[in-house]
């Protein structure tokens, strides 16, 4: 059985994949990792710490996923990347996306935060999401 962070992330995979406007976006492809790629110029996505606990039932075993995607984007960008994390989030909110060995509850944003990196100067936005997910 896949386990349903992983089910979620192809999910989000394939649906931002297949968004054009997206797509553009990040420079004509879509350009969201697991680890920051090496040497890659932003703008570029990362999935970010995912929390994942029980929501089982009675009848259904179940989970409760917690997860981020941080945009990166260059230095002054920060127009960029808020526009990436917007794509992300119509794209994402309240999807119905089809999960191998689970299905779907519900996907919700319940945050957009942007920040410039101290370090880098380079602008971080976070989009939070909650998922309910099902096994089937």
């Not at 090496?38 to 989970?63: C, E, I, K, N």
């Not at 994390?85 to 999960?99: M, N, Q, T, Y």
């Amino acid at each position: 059985m896949t386990s349903p962070v992983l089910a979620l992330r192809r999910a989000i995979l394939d649906a931002a994949g297949a968004d054009t406007e997206l797509r553009a976006l990040m420079g004509g492809g879509l350009r969201l990792y697991d680890e920051p790629p090496r040497g890659a110029d932003p703008v570029y996505a990362l999935f970010s710490g995912v929390r994942a606990t029980d929501w089982s039932t009675d009848q259904d075993r179940g989970h409760e996923q917690n997860l981020g995607i941080v945009v990166w984007s260059e230095r002054g960008g920060a127009r960029t990347a808020l526009a990436v994390a917007e794509r992300f989030d119509a794209i994402l909110d309240g999807a119905s996306l089809p999960l191998d060995g689970h299905r779907l509850v519900n996907l919700r944003v319940t945050e957009l935060a942007s920040e410039r990196d101290k370090d880098s100067g380079l602008t971080r936005v976070t989009l939070r999401l909650r998922a309910v997910t099902e096994v089937v």
